[in-house]
């Protein structure tokens, strides 16, 4: 076994293109910032707009699709005439997957006993399945899974807040922390769930190459149905392979490139390491003329049985999730306070892939990956948390940035008339109802042209039994848009003595409350 | 008598410099509509009113490091008089590396975020022009600091930069503020101060007090060009927003704040902080005994 292996000018330049597709999703990702003419470049979209999973899931479950979108069927059509080179070349989430696959490290027997096809491959398949049902029935959880949103999503709370705290510790020098840091250190609800998955997602490939790939991936499954019959091939010859198997060894999508079995097109990644790895040079591709003679082992195999229990069992937790209270608009939870731009909660969650732009774009840390506020199925889709941050009032940012259309493109003069909640005040909290102290910071800090927060100044009694005069703060809500700049500033941390809750919000009239 | 009351008394026949003004008011006399115009006024005035004390050289000195202090504390344009005038700032800027400052950093811990304050009040590039330094606050140079003399700071965390400066200079801007009826310049030195702000409210008078007290500006710079006459401090409304093209400035910061005051049509008498710095000794309250120098521009 001590043949060399070499290296293809083919396999360098896929290098090439990975990186510099990786270095293009992290280059958009840092300039999903703030700028200070309020304008993020359309580009911040690239990658989503590259995705037909994306595309698929949100025609599906809400019949409409955000300009830009469309791009995508470039994607589909180049797999179907190619096969999965999306997944080998451009995907940066394939590539971290890629990159951690190859420090795995192992002799290479065992990658050659773990390198190659399974029956675990088809989870992918029906993970897809189950996602297309539910999106068919208006509830649209692709972005869970959907690659780009998890990259992104995981990048955006999770990896970078971290990398900028750690960063920052170390750094002082001020020119360098405007211009490679956060302004302010991000910190994120739900960044340890969110960054111990991205971690296992991670560490998967040293269990299996390009584990995520190769059995999770939702996207890599439409494009592996796509592309089952592709026109580039790989073709084995018969008498120059001497069965070292060693085309295995480096297989990243584990499609049987080598053994005694036949190639699964739907596998493939077109990474070209089957032949660069192949000493005796008798792995090799070319292009097909015919799209009408399939590979021999084109088909996906993956049971009538097995595609119905999938389809069932993405319909039947659909089905679940539009008879929770909240899809049912019978309750609204106060805590869910949406960015604005926002459309209706139904119309919402069935476009939102919960990829994290708005929350990486947000200069003041206000919009977090949801918990349970919107129900299971809005799990990591943005709510406003207004302890951290709050809406900016001449900022239109997160409407800028959001692939799907989930929030819609704002001007600031449409913006600062929607309602993203209202504040309400609550006087047990609250010093001058409550203690008989001086405050209002939450009228100074209200930033509608006509104050939203009004006073009322009030003759009370101090402890020492001394008659004061208070401002005691009321909120007009007419003039509030819900800012949570009041909730944001408030003295008291923690449940602040004003607070910001989704009633009144416009995007859901049937949450309203003013006549 | 009391060695610093002597002083007070002795230092205008002993010192020369002293002999300059303690407060300048610089009026323009037109009031032009174009924003060039208004950039002219804002600098020229300020010029003006500096200079009516005796220059910046009387402040600023061969090689000292200077901290302006504007307020940027709003996320809202020059126009809407939330901001001090971008101008203004430049124009002291300038003025002190005309006098020899070695270096001029411009900074202030905002209200709403320091990425968008910054640019958007159009101070940034404006102090950056002037080849002033223009600083987002740094978290970790807000340093606890025994604050002497205060009646409720007794320690709070203050901007190291600040207080290691040579001189401070505090550019602030007239503007309407229910709390405490205005805000001037010293009630703009809260900008230096970091941790839990928010609680001044319940004292604001005494913890403004504190914070004059210590900062101690060695000239204060009020903008009145344009003022903020109601929905302040952050305003936001255009129609809120009042000429008065005026410029005050001043070494006795209560004194400028108690004249500043009058722009709003407030008596500094209703204006607490002004009272307690007059009860302090910061500085006359009663500013027209200080003979102001007036400048018609």
Redesign the interface.
């Known amino acids: 076994m001590a043949r060399k292996m070499r290296t293809t000018t083919l396999v360098w330049l896929r290098r090439t293109v990975q990186t510099a597709f990786l270095l293009l999703f992290l280059y958009l990702f840092l300039e999903t910032v703030y700028h200070p003419i309020n304008r993020v470049g359309g580009g911040v979209k690239f990658f989503f707009q590259l995705d037909p999973l994306v595309t698929l899931a949100d025609w599906l479950a809400s019949h409409a699709l955000a300009e830009g979108m469309l791009l995508s069927l470039a994607t589909l059509v180049v797999t179907f005439l190619f096969g999965r080179w999306f997944c080998g070349w451009i995907c940066p989430f394939g590539t971290v997957h890629h990159l951690f696959s190859s420090l795995r490290g192992g002799t290479v027997k065992a990658r050659l006993d773990t390198g190659g096809y399974g029956r675990w491959h088809k989870l992918k398949y029906y993970v897809l399945v189950m996602f297309l049902a539910g999106a068919l029935l208006g509830v649209n959880v692709v972005g869970w899974l959907d690659p780009l949103s998890f990259f992104f999503r995981a990048m955006a709370v999770a990896v970078y807040p971290a990398l900028n705290g750690a960063v920052d510790s170390l750094l002082v020098n001020d020119s360098l922390r405007r211009n490679l840091l956060a302004v302010q250190q991000p910190y994120y609800f739900g960044n340890v769930l969110i960054g111990v998955l991205f971690g296992m997602a991670v560490a998967l490939n040293f269990y299996r190459a390009r584990f995520w790939c190769r059995y999770i991936c939702p996207l890599g499954a439409l494009l592996g149905i796509a592309g089952k019959n592709p026109l580039v091939r790989l073709h084995k010859s018969p008498d120059a392979c001497d069965n070292c198997r060693l085309c295995l060894a480096d297989c990243q999508g584990g499609a049987n490139v080598g053994d005694t079995l036949e190639w699964k097109p739907a596998e493939c990644f077109f990474c070209f390491n089957c032949e660069s790895d192949c000493p005796s040079r008798a792995v090799t591709f070319s292009l097909g003329t015919s799209l009408l003679k399939p590979p021999k082992d084109s088909r996906l195999d993956l049971g009538r049985r097995q595609l119905l229990a999938s389809g069932v069992a993405g319909a039947g937790g659909a089905l679940l999730f539009r008879t929770h209270p909240l899809a049912g608009k019978r309750s609204f939870n106060p805590e869910l306070v949406r960015p604005p731009g926002s459309l209706g909660e139904e119309e919402f969650l069935s476009k939102c892939i919960r990829c994290g732009e708005c929350m990486k774009v947000c200069p003041t840390n206000g919009i977090h990956p949801a918990a349970l506020e919107a129900g299971l199925e809005g799990m990591w889709s943005p709510v406003m948390r207004m302890t951290i941050g709050y809406c900016e009032y001449e900022c239109t940012l997160c409407t800028q940035v959001c692939p799907t259309g989930a929030i819609r493109p704002l001007t600031v003069d449409e913006k600062q008339k929607i309602k993203i909640g209202l504040a309400y005040i609550d006087r047990n909290r609250c010093l001058p109802y409550a203690s008989a102290r001086t405050c209002i910071v939450c009228e100074e800090h209200c930033p509608t042209p006509k104050k939203a927060i009004w006073f009322e100044e009030a003759q009370v009694t101090t402890d020492k039994g001394e008659k004061v005069i208070v401002k005691q703060p009321r909120v007009n809500l007419e003039l509030c848009i819900g800012c949570g700049i009041c909730t944001n500033k408030c003295v008291i941390k923690g449940q602040p003595a004003i607070l910001v809750s989704s009633v009144g919000e416009s995007r859901n009239p049937d949450n309203g409350v003013l006549l | 008598m009391k060695r610093r009351e002597f002083l007070a008394l002795a230092a205008p026949a002993l010192l020369p410099a002293a002999a300059a003004p303690a407060l300048s008011i610089a009026h323009y006399k037109s009031s032009p509509a174009a924003p060039d115009g208004i950039a002219e006024e804002a600098r020229r005035l300020t010029r003006a009113a500096v200079d009516a004390l005796g220059g910046m050289a009387r402040f600023v000195s061969k090689g000292n490091v200077v901290w302006v202090k504007p307020n940027i504390a709003w996320?809202?344009r020059p126009e809407q008089a939330a901001c001090t005038n971008p101008d203004v700032v430049a124009a002291v800027v300038e003025m002190c590396f005309q006098a020899g400052a070695r270096k001029v950093a411009v900074g202030d811990n905002p209200?709403?975020?320091?990425?968008?304050t910054f640019?958007?009040s159009g101070i940034q590039s404006a102090a950056e022009k002037a080849g002033a330094q223009c600083?987002?606050m740094?978290e970790?140079k807000f340093r606890k600091m025994a604050i002497k003399g205060a009646r409720v700071l007794k320690e709070w965390e203050i901007y190291r930069d600040v207080v290691e400066a040579d001189r401070v200079i505090n550019v602030g801007i007239v503007k309407q503020?229910?709390?405490t009826n205005a805000v001037l310049g010293m009630k703009n030195l809260m900008g230096v101060a970091g941790g839990?702000r928010?609680?001044f409210?319940?004292?604001?008078a005494n913890c403004v007090a504190d914070l004059a007290g210590f900062i101690r500006p060695q000239l204060v710079v009020l903008d009145a060009v344009r003022v903020l006459a109601a929905?302040g401090?952050?305003?936001?409304?255009l129609a809120?927003v009042k000429r008065r093209d005026t410029i005050v400035a001043g070494v006795d910061q209560v004194a400028v704040d108690a004249f500043g005051a009058t722009l709003l049509g407030i008596r500094p008498a209703d204006i607490g902080y002004v009272v307690e710095g007059h009860a302090r000794g910061l500085g006359n309250m009663n500013y027209a005994a200080l003979s102001p120098a007036r400048v018609e521009v």
Do not use: K, V
Not at chain 2, 201 to 204: E, L, R, V, Y
Not at chain 2, 233 to 237: D, H, T
């Open positions: 996320d809202r209200c709403n975020s320091a990425q968008r640019p958007r600083y987002f740094d970790r503020h229910s709390l839990a928010n609680r409210h319940q004292d604001i929905n401090p952050a305003g936001g409304n809120d």
